[in-house]
């Protein structure tokens, strides 16, 4: 079986603060994938990164980075200098290695206040 | 190039009544798949559609909930008789067919979803 734990149900920061969100994982497999999808107020998921169980390194696009440590199976993404249009719901998710369906954490709603 | 679409945004319907989902997915994906998400938990796969043909079905709750994808393209699924616990948000994703020699996890794309309200 896998499970995803986001713990931090609802986080409120203000603008230009540093944010973090958090993800754990437990899955059997050694080949999985995990991602983070962004759900803003017109309801859709939108993608925002993948990353497979055999690499590491932590990634940086703009704004956004995540930090995949399988030592205590967490991938934790960070937002930089937020600002109001990061308000969302972030989802994590894992699919494993022999299948595609997505396994899906809570959410953590994020609300950006000026 | 046009998103996943999902029809209809918002469907309250009666106990005991039928309701049927819409979903027409980026044209040329292969991977079809439903999700719901219950208030306040989290989304939960229903079923995977590769074409016309079901690859996975096991989050599918019970037989009250049909999905059909006939054709390869468009996929319905449909809800009858509807019981108050089948209330969510149910959203469609989309994929690329994946390769044999490509990473088999490829990125999908949701819809905005349907919220069905079952009173």
């Known amino acids: 079986a896998q499970k995803v734990t986001q713990a931090q149900t609802e986080i409120s920061v203000v603008e230009k603060e540093d944010v973090t969100l958090d993800c754990v994982y437990e899955t059997r497999d050694t080949t999985y994938y995990l991602f983070w999808y962004k759900q803003p107020p017109s309801g859709e998921l939108v993608f925002l990164i993948r990353?497979?169980?055999?690499?590491?390194q932590n990634e940086i696009s703009g704004r956004y980075s995540w930090n995949f440590q399988k030592s205590t199976s967490s991938f934790n993404f960070t937002i930089t200098a937020s600002q109001v249009v990061d308000s969302a719901v972030y989802f994590c998710?894992?699919?494993?290695?022999?299948?595609?369906?997505?396994?899906f954490g809570t959410g953590t709603q994020l609300k950006v206040e000026l | 190039e046009a998103g996943v679409t999902q029809f209809p945004s918002h469907s309250v319907i009666e106990k005991g009544q039928t309701v049927t989902l819409r979903c027409d997915p980026i044209s040329g994906h292969d991977n079809l798949y439903w999700y719901r998400r219950v208030m306040g938990k989290e989304i939960k796969f229903l079923l995977h559609?590769?074409?016309?043909?079901?690859?996975?079905e096991s989050g599918m709750p019970n037989n009250r909930f049909l999905a059909e994808r006939t054709g390869g393209t468009y996929s319905t699924l449909k809800v009858q008789p509807a019981e108050l616990e089948d209330s969510g948000v149910y959203f469609c994703a989309s994929s690329q067919r994946q390769g044999a020699a490509l990473d088999g996890h490829n990125e999908q794309f949701f819809g905005p979803g349907t919220r069905l309200t079952v009173l």
């Open positions: 998710a894992l699919t494993q290695g022999g299948g595609n369906k997505l396994t």
């Open positions: 990353r497979n169980s055999f690499d590491e």
């Open positions: 559609f590769v074409k016309e043909s079901k690859q996975d």
